[in-house]
């Protein structure tokens, strides 16, 4: 099964296209150890998810007891529920084979996030795994994602496209084997909906929605494809930081059931049930 099918798989089983991002942070966890915390967001959650996306860089932040924490957390995730691991990965050819070979073959992510900046011979040893998903950063959710994403380029017939566009015309274009994807940020809706004309068959990872004001309405609406799928929506803060009390777990649990609720009110509105 490549991430694909995978991803197809879970979201349809737990009617959900609900991603839980684990950002540990010690400061903004209830009063028990990471490897706790951890374990109990994902057992009160996984029927509610499509994905979980821990994002490295709070693993590594923790030093080497963050890394054996990332250890033990892939191991309790359900083996039906994909892993995005949120790296942000690039650079020339044999260290990118080499990222690509520590995201995939030693952590063993279904799928990883990578920066084209480099251009497309340093994503190249992402793709050669046909079975793990890649999704390519195009217009993030940060503020000051404009500053390079939304400068205008020249495409060879004369037209000028913004960056962004760039981004997701060559991922299209590199998609030869069916296993790449985008992010798009839910805080810039009619890029979003942009991308997904330009790509209406390729999985869309949406960060931004909640803590930082990205709509869920437009981003469902505008990022799920032609059966209203495909349009990941992550959730971290929100969710995983519910309740800093004993109830941590069960508050967890309650916001993510709310959000996947949400997010399937969307897609019910845009395609009723038949019959």
Request: glycine share 10%.
């Amino acid at each position: 099964m490549n991430f694909n099918e995978k991803l197809l798989a879970a979201a349809r089983k737990n009617k959900s296209w609900l991603c839980v991002g684990l950002d540990p942070v010690p400061q903004s966890m209830p009063p028990v150890d990471l490897d706790t915390f951890s374990r109990s967001i994902i057992e009160n959650t996984a029927d509610l998810v499509c994905a979980y996306k821990p994002n490295l860089a709070f693993y590594e932040a923790l030093g080497i007891d963050g890394l054996r924490v990332l250890e033990k957390t892939l191991k309790h995730i359900p083996g039906d529920i994909p892993v995005i691991g949120d790296a942000k990965r690039a650079d020339i050819g044999h260290t990118a084979e080499a990222y690509a070979r520590a995201l995939f073959e030693v952590w063993g992510f279904d799928a990883a996030t990578v920066n084209p900046y480099f251009g497309q011979d340093s994503l190249e040893p992402f793709f050669a795994y046909e079975e793990k998903g890649t999704f390519i950063l195009c217009k993030t959710s940060n503020p000051g994602s404009g500053d390079f994403q939304d400068v205008l380029c020249q495409k060879a017939q004369g037209e000028a496209v913004h960056l962004w566009e760039l981004v997701a015309l060559k991922t299209g274009q590199w998609n030869v084997k069916g296993n790449l994807g985008l992010v798009v940020g839910a805080t810039y809706p009619e890029q979003l909906k942009r991308v997904r004309g330009l790509c209406p068959e390729m999985p869309i990872l949406i960060p931004g929605v909640g803590t930082q004001g990205g709509d869920l309405e437009l981003a469902v609406s505008y990022g799920s494809d032609m059966s209203g799928e495909k349009a990941i929506v992550n959730m971290s803060r929100g969710i995983i930081y519910a309740s800093k009390g004993k109830d941590f777990a069960a508050a967890a649990r309650n916001a993510a059931m709310r959000w996947r609720e949400n997010i399937n009110g969307v897609i019910t509105t845009l395609h009723p049930p038949s019959g």
